[in-house]
């Protein structure tokens, strides 16, 4: 089992920035991938980053230059630094751990950028 939990959400202006951090815990070694998704309402889940056990990072279209994954292994915690957001930003943002045979998901954090 892997356990992750989200945080650093909240409500900004356009234009204005947030880090979103996610803490994994239980059975790490098995993890071989981790990953940012969004999703808003009504809308299906995207693939917003990812990043490797190497380091090596992937990024949506819509969202290179303005967000940066990380990843500590030591401490366990990968980041999303975001950055210049955009109201079609708003979204619940999912950390995702992905392993051989599936993944794991976290609880979310909500993200709202509005004047």
């Known amino acids: 089992q892997v356990q992750l939990v989200e945080s650093g959400g909240g409500s900004v202006q356009p234009g204005g920035s947030l880090r979103l951090s996610c803490v994994a815990s239980?059975?790490?070694?098995?993890?071989?991938?981790m990953a940012w998704y969004r999703q808003a309402p009504g809308k299906q889940r995207e693939l917003v980053a990812s990043?490797?056990?190497?380091?090596?990072?992937s990024y949506a279209d819509s969202v290179k230059g303005r967000f940066t994954i990380s990843r500590d292994n030591a401490k366990n915690t990968v980041l999303l630094q975001i950055d210049s957001l955009k109201p079609e930003d708003t979204a619940v943002y999912y950390c995702?751990?992905?392993?051989?045979?599936?993944?794991?998901w976290g609880q979310g954090t909500q993200v709202t950028v509005s004047s």
């Open positions: 990043i490797t056990s190497g380091g090596g990072t």
């Open positions: 239980g059975r790490i070694f098995s993890i071989n991938t």
């Open positions: 995702n751990a992905r392993v051989l045979v599936g993944s794991y």
